[in-house]
């Protein structure tokens, strides 16, 4: 059910959880990492073991994003060409190559359903210059990962054969952006996913590029906006006709003591909660919330309790999950807007920064 939220799972793992716990809260769609599992501990050796579901024990659905945003991220540790990307890998300093080809056989192998094309992630700033040599190379590998993934399925590996989303990018310019979603969706793929945004620029910005690339993608296939994870962000998306997200936001904040509720944040170390009884949130089914007060949380925080940043997280993703919940049923009720209206106070300005 869209619109969803995909806990990220790098490295076949949700920090700080379980795969029960992740699906015990409602989850039904998580997302893994093809870089970071392509080195540790290979496809290969996950698919000797049963695919990455039964690896990390989940029964549900998975997708992989491609390594391009990673490569973007270790951008010192790179060297792209018409070809592919060469890069070091931050492990052991091995000397690795990404293409097209072997991304979207990574992903075979690892047993994903949804599966991303590869592509080239800019950093905000970059000139038109490069940002139009970046969107045509991005377009180019897009036709040969399909053409690699038709080979695939040609082969009969997997009678579960997966989905291949194409991905936007464009950079920082409207109209690559709107070129770029058309001759995207000329591919007329399953899914489309809009990349290259939550880099560092304005939030006025990406608001602006990503309505850009929505407005060339159909109606009738899946839009995953990749990265893109605060709460006033998810709602202003849907209602730019967004379904999917990922973001490290609710686990990462987690892990370092920041709790989203529908009230704003709790900084979970702060001095003001030594006594405070009351739970995270009263309504809140989570484990934090039922057994827990905030002045116990803070506890675990100051000791650096290992139970502290899971009970943490677990409460955030509840949060997330919650909050998709109620933005799939305000949608045929038109309350898109009261729902934002609610949150816009607690939520202004961002008011969320990691912790």
Request: proline fraction near 6%.
């Amino acid at each position: 059910m869209t619109p969803a939220f995909m806990p990220v799972g790098t490295r076949g793992a949700v920090k700080a959880v379980t795969s029960e716990e992740v699906a015990a809260i409602g989850y039904r769609l998580i997302l893994a990492n093809t870089f970071h599992l392509h080195l540790r501990p290979g496809e290969e050796v996950i698919a000797r073991l049963g695919g990455l579901r039964r690896f990390m024990n989940w029964p549900y659905a998975l997708l992989t994003d491609s390594g391009g945003y990673q490569v973007f991220s270790l951008a010192e540790l790179r060297g792209v060409d018409a070809d592919g990307v060469e890069f070091r890998s931050p492990y052991d300093g091995a000397l690795c190559r990404l293409t097209p080809e072997s991304a979207v056989a990574i992903q075979h192998r690892l047993g994903a359903d949804l599966i991303m094309a590869f592509d080239e992630c800019l950093e905000y700033g970059a000139d038109r210059r490069r940002t139009e040599a970046s969107t045509e190379r991005t377009l180019r590998w897009l036709a040969r990962c399909e053409a690699e993934h038709k080979r695939l399925l040609a082969r009969g590996d997997r009678p579960d054969a997966p989905r291949l989303f194409g991905v936007v990018q464009g950079g920082f310019e409207a109209d690559l952006r709107r070129l770029a979603s058309e001759r995207t969706a000329a591919f007329d793929l399953p899914g489309y996913a809009i990349g290259g945004l939550s880099v560092g620029e304005p939030e006025p910005l990406m608001m602006e590029m990503l309505e850009a690339s929505v407005s060339r993608l159909p109606e009738d296939r899946p839009r995953y906006a990749m990265g893109v994870g605060l709460p006033l962000n998810l709602i202003d998306l849907v209602m730019r006709g967004v379904d999917l997200f990922d973001c490290v936001v609710p686990t990462r904040n987690g892990r370092n003591g920041l709790a989203y509720t529908f009230q704003g944040t709790v900084t979970l170390k702060h001095a003001a909660l030594r006594e405070a009884a009351e739970p995270l949130e009263a309504d809140c089914p989570c484990p934090a919330c039922r057994s827990y007060s905030r002045a116990y949380l803070r506890h675990l925080f100051m000791n650096r309790e290992i139970s502290a940043g899971r009970l943490a997280t677990v409460h955030n993703l509840t949060f997330f999950a919650r909050l998709m919940e109620r933005l799939r049923r305000a949608i045929p009720q038109g309350g898109l807007q009261r729902l934002r209206d609610q949150l816009e106070p607690f939520y202004a300005g961002g008011a969320v920064a990691e912790a």
